[in-house]
């Protein structure tokens, strides 16, 4: 097997960027060494693309898998998109409307909020150095929307699991869930992109430290759980690394193999 047969995927939050919303300069360095090995790189991350260019540019990786899965690029073309149910989530929306738990819609290019402002999504989007988005009421009835932001607390997720069946969730903060389409996860946008670069799952590295990670890290050949992984990720995974404050990336990759000192 040659270096261009291998891929290595890497999430972004508690991954990439460390507790403090950086990259580490080993994790620079571990890309780099990547990309001289010949090794495929790519992000697969719940993120939307808009709120990882700069990432992209910094560690020079041109595909990706977003959305957990929805909207696949490989080399600026979009190999796999999977939009939402407009009908179901309008359903979804007003439900959550009237519970008075906000809603967040994101295409590829942008998101809008249907609140004017909130404080579950300016805590939430705050943890991603990103701004509460601004209010478009219209926003998510005119385009694809390829992932919604639904912000409630734990003990209220249940109802819309129950009742909003059309969707599959998975909360990555204490106030916000995600809300995808059916059986979406990263696994589905990996699989896209191994389908289009022909290499095989086996032959695959991934690396992740959450709930939206579990099904990468089981599709994979291998997966790395990041040290500040929550159990259920480092249950899924075949190996587990350093915390992401402790160089984690870096140290995973030389214990693989992949890359060297």
């Known amino acids: 097997m040659t270096p261009s047969e291998k891929v290595v995927f890497l999430d972004i939050d508690g991954t990439i960027l460390n507790h403090n919303n950086r990259i580490p300069n080993k994790t620079r360095e571990a890309v780099s060494l990547l990309r001289a090995e010949g090794i495929n790189v790519a992000i697969a991350t719940g993120r939307a693309p808009f709120m990882f260019n700069d990432i992209l540019k910094e560690l020079d990786i ?100 129950d009742h909003h069946l059309g969707f599959d969730y998975v909360r990555w903060h204490e106030k916000a869930i995600d809300v995808l389409p059916p059986g979406g996860s990263k696994a589905k946008g990996i699989e896209a992109m191994l389908e289009k670069l022909g290499i095989r799952p086996e032959n695959t590295f991934a690396f992740g430290d959450g709930l939206n990670d579990v099904e990468m890290l089981k599709f994979v050949g291998t997966g790395i759980a990041m040290g500040n992984a929550v159990e259920e990720a480092k249950q899924a995974a075949d190996m587990e690394t350093k915390h992401v404050d402790d160089d984690g990336l870096y140290h995973g990759l030389l214990e693989l193999g992949l890359i060297r000192r």
């Open 62 to 161: 041109d595909s990706f898998i977003s959305f957990n899965g929805s909207y696949v690029m490989y080399k600026g073309e979009v190999i796999f998109d999977s939009p939402l149910s407009q009908e179901h989530l309008l359903t979804l929306e007003e439900d959550a409307w009237n519970n008075d738990h906000p809603m967040v819609f994101l295409d590829h290019l942008t998101g809008r909020a249907n609140h004017r402002s909130h404080e579950f999504i300016s805590r939430s989007m705050g943890s991603l150095n990103m701004p509460h988005p601004p209010h478009d009421p219209d926003f998510h009835k005119e385009r694809n929307i390829y992932q919604a932001l639904l912000f409630c607390e734990s003990s209220h997720e249940k109802h819309y699991y």
